[in-house]
């Protein structure tokens, strides 16, 4: 197993990050914040996206894509987790990988071009932690059942807390018909705003009551696919956003002296700083596992996604938190970059089922293994 990254790779990352630099992006974040973080008030990266390739990054070259994969997909992720990028892609790569993969090519070069911009309602598969497809709840833990479709396409139910709904000119659906789960196309779908304490994060409320849509027979195993492949990509952010905090606590111990010392010379903040580099390295060996059993062991994919995600959501909760805390009293003020990090930890680890969903899951597959 060579987990090295490619010339290709490690180009595409490099272009990825100089794309990125070109926009202010924490920046603008803070400015949405101090202006009460109405809509519309941060970038438009789509463009950036658009001209980079990132919309048909998971989309074969001969629907219009780039043809590239899961692997790919997350170094681009990595990168727009590093600086807290505002651009509404995740939920459009989950939904074009689906439906390349079901072989859906109506409308899927306009998507993979960025012509139009598509959103994912996700649906977390079956597992031994509940027997059907199941939705993120809008409040509490119990999560509500996937919407349905009957015969003739049309959808009841509703999905809450979707990645970049807001503002996609189409929705691709997990929903459920006669017991099985099948991908809806979906336009005019009522979408309400929900951004919350990360202006940074696009997310909606989606009423699917009455909508007619596009069956397509994407598979349980392609459907399930994209759950996880959501779980690598949340992952391979937070990966990013904590190798920003580490960066940032480190440079601040560097410069900030006191008793005549640097507070970097101190065992208390080494051992602070360390603990952010253990936990980072530790979620970085699991992504490229699993973005290396995407393609070459998928029977691991699953269980792998899963650590990633566990073990990046741990580090990015306790670099967030560490890296406030090393920059002292000016960390924890409003005009400090350092709190922005936090918001986005702290809601991310939310998304998608949640981190304890992802440690549900591996340990759901340790304990099988113990007992065969």
């Not at 074969?60 to 987790?81: C, I, Q």
């Not at 999905?159 to 018909?177: I, Y």
């Not at 306790?318 to 924890?332: P, Q």
């Amino acid at each position: 197993m060579n987990l090295a990254l490619s010339d290709e790779q490690e180009f595409l990352r490099e272009a990825a990050r100089g794309a990125l630099s070109r926009v202010k992006t924490v920046e603008a974040a803070r400015e949405a914040l101090e202006d009460g973080g109405k809509p519309g008030e941060l970038p438009d990266l789509w463009p950036v996206a658009v001209e980079a390739g990132w919309t048909g990054l998971l989309v074969s070259e001969d629907r219009g894509g780039a043809g590239l994969g899961v692997f790919e997909a997350m170094l681009v992720a990595e990168e727009l987790g590093r600086v807290i990028a505002s651009v509404p892609l995740l939920g459009h790569v989950l939904a074009t990988y689906v439906l390349d993969r079901a072989g859906h090519g109506d409308g899927l070069e306009a998507l993979a071009s960025g012509d139009k911009r598509v959103a994912f309602v996700a649906a977390r598969p079956p597992s031994d932690l509940g027997g059907g497809w199941t939705v993120d709840a809008e409040r509490g833990k119990k999560r509500p059942d996937a919407p349905t479709v009957d015969g003739d396409g049309t959808l009841s139910g509703s999905a809450h807390w979707v990645l970049d709904a807001p503002g996609a000119d189409v929705l691709v659906v997990v929903a459920t018909r006669d017991g099985s789960p099948v991908a809806v196309v979906v336009e005019g779908a009522s979408v309400t705003e929900a951004r919350r304490y990360d202006q940074t994060r696009s997310l909606g409320h989606v009423s699917l009551d009455g909508l007619s849509g596009t069956v397509v027979d994407a598979g349980a195993e392609t459907l399930a696919n994209a759950w996880y492949v959501g779980q690598a990509l949340l992952a391979a952010e937070s990966v990013g956003t904590v190798a920003t905090c580490l960066d940032m606590a480190v440079q601040y111990a560097k410069e900030r002296f006191t008793f005549g010392r640097a507070i970097g010379s101190y065992q208390a903040v080494k051992h602070s700083l360390t603990e952010i580099l253990r936990r980072l390295e530790n979620a970085r060996s699991l992504l490229l596992y699993a973005g290396w059993s995407a393609q070459d062991k998928p029977e691991e994919f699953a269980v792998a996604a899963s650590a990633a995600r566990a073990a990046a959501g741990s580090a990015l909760d306790f670099g967030a938190r560490a890296n406030i805390a090393v920059h002292g009293g000016i960390g924890a003020t409003w005009e400090h970059d350092a709190p922005l990090y936090f918001r986005r930890a702290e809601l991310t680890e939310r998304l998608l089922g949640g981190t304890h969903d992802a440690y549900d899951r591996v340990a759901g597959e340790l304990l099988t293994a113990a007992s065969a």
